[in-house]
């Protein structure tokens, strides 16, 4: 899948303020929507949706690796933060009703998506991180109508 967008993070803030411009762009949308996240190990993908997740008002964010997944509810908005990395087999994310989770309004961000395959929704948007010392590298792709909707915002604000 070719690269759509390319941006370039030189610190933890810029990537913070990334997630802030996203997480303000899924209000233009009114699917739902699926984020996988992607990266080695302290890529940034969970500081990235600990900012994206906070741009709604959950101040405490907790790591998902061993509940698997912790979602962040109130009135406007449902967003489900999933860490795969410890799963073993993906039927475990069927009894913890991730099926509920494609209507509308409800937000999916996933860590280690791979490891769920066949039970996790496919991506409307990827977002790849790479980088060295405190710079990241964010090559985003979109996979949906829905994703480039994403994009087309974040591209036009970035
Ligand atoms: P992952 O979830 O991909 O394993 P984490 O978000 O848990 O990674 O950890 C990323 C680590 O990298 C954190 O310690 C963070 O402070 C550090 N870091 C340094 N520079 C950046 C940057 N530009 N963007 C995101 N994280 C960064
Ligand atoms: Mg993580």
Avoid at 38 to 59: H, M, N, P, V
Avoid at 109 to 115: F, V
Wanted: proline share 3%.
């Amino acid at each position: 899948m070719a690269v759509i967008l390319k941006i370039t993070c030189n610190n933890e803030t810029h990537t913070k303020d990334f997630a802030k411009l996203l997480a303000h762009c899924t209000s233009n949308i009114d699917q739902a929507l699926v984020i996988y996240l992607e990266g080695d190990l302290g890529a940034g993908k969970s500081t990235l949706a600990r900012s994206f997740i906070q741009t709604f008002g959950f101040d405490r964010v907790k790591s998902p690796t061993y509940a698997l997944v912790e979602s962040y509810v109130n009135e406007k908005i449902s967003i489900h933060h999933f860490d795969c990395y410890r799963l073993s087999d993906p039927e475990e994310l069927e009894y913890i009703g991730i099926r509920e989770y494609s209507a509308p309004g409800h937000i999916q961000l996933i860590e280690w998506a791979e490891l769920g395959h066949g039970a996790i929704e496919p991506a409307d948007m990827v977002i790849n991180i790479t980088g060295i010392d405190e710079a990241r590298t964010l090559a985003i792709t979109t996979h949906s109508n829905t994703g480039e909707q994403l994009l087309a915002c974040v591209n036009s604000s970035h």
